[in-house]
């Protein structure tokens, strides 16, 4: 079975700073999915960035960017130029084809972004 | 475009009662499925579907059902509701098929307590 760690349970970074929240997870799989959801506190699931684990090139999606390392299995995203409205819950999540759209959720980052 | 809709947002019920959460997509999406988040554990799978007719478990099965009767509508029923089964649940949606480059929808969640 696929497990997905995030070894920070919280974080916290000053407004227009740079952070990264980590993840690991563990498959014997060669073709999957990996992804960022942002919950806020609206409890509201946002999907952050997807990276496809054939794709070599890293996903970037404005401010947010993902460091995937597919023989280490670390899949970290960095949010730069940091916003109040970045303080949310973050999780990664992995699916592999062909479980149709089932997520392996990590227990997730809590980021506070200071003023 | 309403997307994904749970009712209700917020229950509170007593150990032994029953109730259905329901969940609603009218974005014709043939894959649906539910998620229980509990704290320090993210999100986990209960059951899934792939199209009216079809459903399955997941990671914790235990102690719901579901049907799926219409595309549209996938409920969660909790025959004798426990106090482990206080939790944050959530419904998604994808548009599923062959082709997983899509994304997932989620709704706004349904926070339940059971005393």
């Known amino acids: 079975a696929q497990t997905v760690t995030q070894s920070q349970p919280e974080m916290s970074v000053q407004e227009a700073e740079t952070v990264t929240l980590s993840c690991t997870y563990d498959?014997?799989?060669?073709?999957?999915?990996l992804f960022w959801y942002k919950q806020p506190p609206s409890r509201q699931m946002i999907l952050v960035i997807r990276?496809?684990?054939?794709?070599?090139q890293n996903a970037t999606e404005n401010r947010f960017s993902v460091n995937f390392q597919k023989a280490a299995k670390s899949f970290s995203l960095k949010i730069s130029d940091s916003q109040l409205g970045d303080t949310a819950m973050y999780f990664c999540?992995?699916?592999?084809?062909?479980?149709?759209?089932?997520?392996?959720f990590g227990p997730g980052t809590r980021l506070s972004v200071l003023p | 475009n309403a997307g994904v809709t749970q009712t209700p947002k917020f229950q509170v019920l007593k150990t032994g009662q029953s109730m259905t959460l329901q969940c609603a997509q009218d974005?014709?999406?043939?894959?649906m499925s539910w998620y229980r988040q509990d704290p320090g554990m993210g999100l986990r799978l209960i059951h899934y579907?792939?199209?009216?007719?079809?459903?399955d478990q997941g990671e914790v099965p235990n102690g719901y059902n579901v049907s799926r009767s219409t595309t549209e509508d996938f409920p969660l029923r909790l025959l004798s509701a426990a106090p482990s089964q206080t939790s944050v649940y959530f419904c998604?949606?994808?548009?599923?098929?062959?082709?997983?480059?899509?994304?997932?929808?989620f709704g706004q969640g349904t926070r339940l307590t059971v005393v």
């Open positions: 974005m014709n999406h043939e894959y």
């Open positions: 498959t014997s799989e060669s073709n999957y999915y």
């Open positions: 579907s792939v199209g009216a007719g079809i459903t």
């Open positions: 990276q496809e684990a054939y794709k070599q």
């Open positions: 999540a992995f699916m592999k084809p062909p479980s149709g759209q089932n997520f392996v």
């Open positions: 998604a949606s994808a548009r599923g098929g062959a082709n997983l480059n899509t994304e997932a929808f």
